[in-house]
Each structure stands twice: as C-alpha cells, then as structure tokens.
Nanobody, 121 residues
Framework: QVQLVESGGGFVQAGGSLRLSCAAS????????MGWYRQAPGKERELVAG???????NYAESVKGRFTISRDNAKNTVYLQMNSLKPEDTAVYLC???????????????WGKGTLVTVSS
C-alpha cells in the first residue's frame, strides 16, 4: 500500500502563491508517475500537473507558466509551486501516484485525501 499526504493548502488572495507538498510512504517502490489533480464544486476532476520518474512533466493548459511541479526523491515528496493564483484555481487539490507494470499490462492508482486551496478576488 501507498499512503499520500498533502499539505500546503490555504487561503490566499488573487496573485499570490502557495506551494503544495505530497509526501509518499509505504510500499512506494515502482511508483512511476506522480501528479496533482484538482476538483472544484460543479467541475470535473482534472489533471493539473504530472511528473514521471525520469523527470518529464506535463501541465494543464490553464496553469502553464504559473504552476511548477517538482520532486525530491530522497524525501519521496512531490511539490506543486503555484504562482499568480486566480480565483478559478480554487479547488481541492489531490495528490496521485501510479505504479505501471508493463509486463502485466497493469497499473495501480493511489490518492491522497486532498488539501483545499481557496483564492479570493
């Protein structure tokens, strides 16, 4: 099992910054991809940013140039630096980890409980 614990959410004014952290523990070997999703009331859950074990990153179009995902392998932690925050960024942000097993055509997904980010106008 993999446990994911998010932190760093809070209340911030538009234009401000926050850094989210996701600490992974448990049976974390073989985790290939980690990322951040978000879900706001009345909206579908969407991928915000992802990072592979090799360091390749991907971002939602709406956050490109404002958000940066990074990792610290020694600490088993991924981060999401969020700058120039907008009210529409308000959501619960959830950490996601995926273990892909190519030989078995199988993947395993793990989720944190989420951390709330509220951006005021």
């Amino acid at each position: 099992q993999v446990q994911l614990v998010e932190s760093g959410g809070g209340f911030v004014q538009a234009g401000g910054s926050l850094r989210l952290s996701c600490a992974a523990s448990g049976s974390i070997s073989g985790i290939n991809i980690m990322g951040w999703y978000r879900q706001a009331p009345g909206k579908e859950r969407e991928l915000v940013a992802g990072i592979t074990s090799s360091g390749r990153t991907n971002y939602a179009e709406s956050v490109k140039g404002r958000f940066t995902i990074s990792r610290d392998n020694a600490k088993n932690t991924v981060y999401l630096q969020m700058n120039s925050l907008k009210p529409e960024d308000t959501a619960v942000y959830l950490c996601n980890a995926v273990r892909v097993m190519i030989l078995f055509n199988h993947s395993q997904d793990y989720w944190g409980k989420g951390t709330l980010v509220t951006v005021s106008s």
